[in-house]
């Protein structure tokens, strides 16, 4: 790769906008001669083109809608951060309900089950069930139960989120 002392005057020109019909006779000689800097000339001003467009097409909206975006935008970090607690205290309730559920089951006296299937069958006496189907019915309810509450803590945030969301 080859350089040239003279890239600097070049470069100064191009961004003075002086290339290359202000630029001075030598500096104009020596970029016909000197291949760096008549490529670097090429390419410095197509970039600086580039760049003249891109300003020129730019379209910037006006202060009093930057001045409302920024606003809203700061209304709307303020509220999630507002939100975060919230849903940090609902998840440890969540945790804390389901373990509660899970322990209050295990504290079931051993026999609480079966005589809960004999008061649901004295209950029931014109339908027949099988002691099997009754069984299934014991085994299901409790992780039914547990399914159910479950979907409910996790879908109660998520309503009233929106429920409360303004838009």
Known sequence: MHECDR???VLDAL???RWPERAEDDLRAHVTACAVCADLAEVAKAALDDRQ???SDARVPP???VWWRAQLRAREDAARAAGRPVAFVQGVA???S???IVALFRALPDGYV???RTSLMSSLPGLTFTMADVARIAEAVPVVLVVLIVAWLVLAPVAIYFAAADE
């Open 114 to 116: 079966a005589e809960w």
């Open 63 to 65: 202060s009093g809608v």
């Open 98 to 100: 389901l373990w509660l």
């Open 7 to 9: 890239e600097e005057d």
């Open 94 to 96: 969540a945790s804390v």
């Open 15 to 17: 961004a003075a906008r």
């Open 53 to 55: 467009q891109l300003w």
